[in-house]
């Protein structure tokens, strides 16, 4: 049975940090794209971050220069460091796995950035 599992998130000030993880069980995607997602209440889900196999990255503008994903191959998990937190980036955070669609999803985890 495939598993992610997401960690990291929680609440944060405007312009502070936070890194979220994704762990991978029940088999390897080393050979698969990950990505991590967000849905704010009210709106659709959006891509944030993706990593392809080769280690090839992708941004929407609106994370760009802020936000980074990585992956370690060896542990099956892949990462987000999210730097330079804004309100509008509160949402619930997905993580991806799968090349081909549908993939696999994990569960979310809340990232709330307020003051």
């Known amino acids: 049975q495939v598993q992610l599992v997401e960690s990291g998130g929680g609440l944060v000030q405007p312009g502070g940090s936070l890194r979220l993880s994704c762990a991978a069980s029940?088999?390897?995607?080393?050979?698969?794209?990950m990505g991590w997602y967000r849905q704010a209440p009210g709106k659709q889900r959006e891509l944030v971050a993706r990593?392809?196999?080769?280690?090839?990255?992708y941004y929407p503008d609106s994370v760009k220069g802020r936000f980074t994903i990585s992956r370690d191959k060896n542990k099956n998990t892949v990462y987000l460091q999210m730097n330079s937190l804004k309100p509008e980036d509160t949402a619930v955070y997905y993580c991806?796995?799968?090349?081909?669609?549908?993939?696999?999803w994990g569960q979310g985890t809340q990232v709330t950035v307020s003051s």
């Open positions: 029940g088999r390897s995607f080393s050979t698969s794209a």
């Open positions: 991806h796995a799968g090349t081909i669609p549908p993939g696999y």
């Open positions: 990593i392809t196999s080769s280690g090839i990255t």
